[in-house]
């Protein structure tokens, strides 16, 4: 995320909303899943979150019929269902979707109520809404003649096309196989937590080192018990917000051409002379170098640090009661353990057929498109270096213009290689453990998939 260039999109923004009722998006004229003669393409989204959202969008400016599945009420996804002190952890120039930029009088970091807002008026501004049936989970997804979408309400749906949006920071993760022993107090996962008062005057444990882990811990230190204790085997790159004046992810200009390595080096450079290291805060080495491991981004966890209201801890041995044994030999009684670990990566609507070995394991045609079949295409199955949302904006786009016929996808072959090549990189890079399947670098990204769609408009 340190330090990177900020990008144009190579999208042109919209000024006013499209036209969603338009000629075009016919059956495909390549591909042994479609028939010409067959009528217009009628396409399920199943998500209304933000790559639910740009989805749809990107599949109405196409022409295409669009029927969208959201199991709330109102549209935005996890950002509607977040605690109380979330904000953005990539800059707002960063993170907005290029058809739609936030105000810019918003500040940097805008709150997580702000974006969800963003999203409610994404979704009003181009006439979405009208798409999305709220309320329905969809429970099956089938191969047929078409695609059959089956949701809790009963009702079923056929389609000549699906895509999937449903996020993968919903189903919670907890230590697997768990720690020897019993707690006796209160344990709780990072994605339940909402306000700081349930920590009010009890000692606290919050196990992790991403960016919930480090926003829990400061929220926790304004009302427990004594320190906030904060426990991981491994640690992480901690970047500020800001570094020399500006939004730490805008910060390097034309370093995002170099190769990651190079990037790196600086980085880590400009980093260690900012801040130092997260050695020096107490807290354990990182366990890979700059742009390997997920950075945590946060302005106010080493201040707490230096100032002894949150206290490092190491990875725990065992639970004992009220006392949390760490592997130091180290323990602390503790009223609340906070679980911040993560979430499994669920698609539960798909059968084994079409997930192989696990959705983290999914091999994706530059992230989107099924190997198997490409009219099964996934928005925001992916872990970004950056923000997901112009990610996801222009998977969408990808999708919609293969789904509309204005792009040809490669030969079966070529994708696969495109796909054990990018794969045997991105193991290289991030570890054969760290879901590299679903791994991309931001800036990367972005700028191929905008020539990937002009490629396939000219083949």
Known sequence: MLPCVVVAHNLRPQTRAPRHVQPGCQRLR????????????????????????????????????VVAYERRDRPGGLW????????????????????????????????AERVAGYLATYADRFRLTDHIRYGETVTAVERGQRWTVTTDR??????????????????????????????????????????????QGRRVLVVGMGNSAMDIAVDASHTASGPVLLSARHGVHIVPKYLFGRPSDATGGALSV?????????AET???????TPQRYGLPAPAGGLFQNHPTISDTILHRLTHGEVAARPGIERLDGTKVVFTDGTCDDVDVIVWATGYRVQIPFLPSKWLGEGPERLPLYRRVFHLDDPTLAFVGLMQSTGSAFPVVEVQAK????YLSGSYALPPAADQRRAVDRDLRAAITRWGAHGRPHMRIDFDRYVTAMTREIARGASS
Not at 86 to 102: C, I, K, W, Y
Not at 270 to 276: D, K, N, P, Q, S
Not at 398 to 401: R, S
């Open 270 to 276: 400009m980093l260690r002379l900012a801040v130092g």
């Open 154 to 199: 009963g009702g079923a749906g056929e389609f000549d096309a699906v895509v999937v949006a449903n996020g993968h920071n919903w189903a919670p993760r907890l230590p697997d196989p768990g720690y020897p022993g019993t707690f006796d107090g209160i344990q709780m996962h990072a994605h339940d937590y909402r306000t700081a008062d349930v920590f």
């Open 258 to 266: 170099l190769p990651w390595r190079v990037r790196q080096r600086v």
């Open 80 to 111: 509607t269902e977040t605690y109380a002190s979330l904000h953005l952890n990539t800059s707002r120039g960063r993170t907005e979707f290029a058809d739609f930029p936030m105000p810019a009088d918003w500040p940097d970091y805008p709150s």
């Open 398 to 401: 990808l999708a919609a213009a």
């Open 30 to 65: 390549f591909g042994k899943h479609h028939n010409p003669a067959r009528r217009s393409m009628r396409v399920a989204v199943i998500g209304a979150g933000a790559a639910g959202l740009a989805a749809v969008k990107a599949l109405l400016d196409a022409g295409c019929e």
